[in-house]
């Protein structure tokens, strides 16, 4: 006997008809918590109850969501398909929550933007206040920081709106699209008297790898982009003595050490000579860092989004013009 064939129109009448909310926040207990037992004690009600609403989500999409292991309840492939879009759609739920209470607070809307380390503060502010200028009333903009593949995972489950990140290779793009914006150039940075001092020569690897250096977490971007100029000088690369994220404690630490130096894109090193007084080593070094980029949902956006997407657009076209 062959397979039933799929019958879209009936899914969408059901689910269009029985389909609550409730339904989806069951599927995310049994994905957290992987017993129906516990997700009883966790909802306050009883297993009969859970067992019979998991029941009827599964017959309206006509197939399983979980299989029943050993180790708890795990997701079928139809449940991996769901569970990220009941993700979704409770994220949208909250958003719809915190617009109708920015709405009643006298601001517009909100702005979810998530963004990577070492991304100019300065063009980024520039963004904001240019959207903030074109909307009438006020808009709460919430800037979240984290890696690529983190901020990617969140705008596809709709906890961010936009993401300002690197386009590289492995980044899972489903749902996805996205606009390169700026290809970042390295710039060495250190005190100004150690600055002063490193370049009155070219680089010398071997003696910059006994420098202190300050760098990003192991296997990310930058960090494995300093260690490719070491390695192409045949230099085994530094161990850092502080691994931070944060341009400004690099900037201080920089600035009040006569040996320690780091490796950023020339935009964060340009703003930390302004804001913390140190210098950059005049060397023309080349990498392989991959380009900022602009990430968004593949759905038609909202006035906010667009606006702010414009913008972020517009300021890093004023940075390539400087260049």
Do not use: C
């Not at 607070?105 to 063009?123: D, E, F, M, N, W």
């Not at 944060?246 to 935009?267: I, Q």
């Amino acid at each position: 006997m062959g397979a039933v064939p799929f019958d879209t129109g009936e899914v969408v009448r059901r689910l269009t008809t029985r389909l609550k909310m409730r339904h989806l926040v069951l599927l995310l207990q049994i994905q957290q918590h992987g017993s129906l037992t516990r997700v009883a004690e966790h909802m306050a009600t009883s297993q009969p109850a859970v067992t019979s609403a998991l029941a009827e989500l599964e017959s309206m999409l006509g197939g399983a969501l979980f299989d029943r292991t050993p180790r708890g309840m795990t997701p079928t492939p139809l449940g991996d398909v769901v569970l990220s879009r009941a993700q979704a759609m409770v994220h949208d739920l909250d958003h719809l929550t915190r617009d109708i209470e920015a709405v009643m607070a006298g601001h517009a809307a909100r702005l979810q933007v998530g963004v990577i380390p070492y991304i100019s503060g300065k063009t980024l502010a520039a963004a904001i206040q240019q959207t903030l200028a074109q909307i009438p009333q006020r808009l709460t903009v919430t800037l979240r920081e984290g890696t690529s593949e983190s901020l990617m995972a969140q705008l596809r489950d709709h906890s961010l709106d936009v993401v300002i990140g690197r386009a590289a290779a492995g980044l899972d793009l489903a749902q996805v699209q996205f606009e390169v914006l700026h290809h970042q150039m390295p710039r060495v940075v250190a005190n100004r008297r150690l600055a002063a001092r490193l370049g009155r020569s070219a680089p010398v690897w071997a003696q910059l790898a006994e420098l202190d250096w300050v760098m990003g977490e192991p296997h990310t971007p930058m960090r494995d982009q300093l260690s490719d100029l070491f390695l192409h000088a045949g230099v085994v690369p530094p161990v850092p003595v502080v691994e931070s994220f944060s341009s400004r404690l690099t900037g201080e630490l920089l600035a009040s050490s006569e040996r320690a130096v780091s490796l950023l894109p020339a935009d964060i090193a340009e703003e930390l000579v302004r804001i913390a007084g140190v210098a950059i080593v005049p060397w023309s070094l080349t990498w392989t860092l991959p380009p900022v980029a602009m990430f968004t949902r593949r759905e038609n956006p909202r006035e906010t989004h667009r606006l702010f997407t414009q913008a972020l657009r517009a300021q890093y076209q004023v940075v390539a013009a400087a260049v």
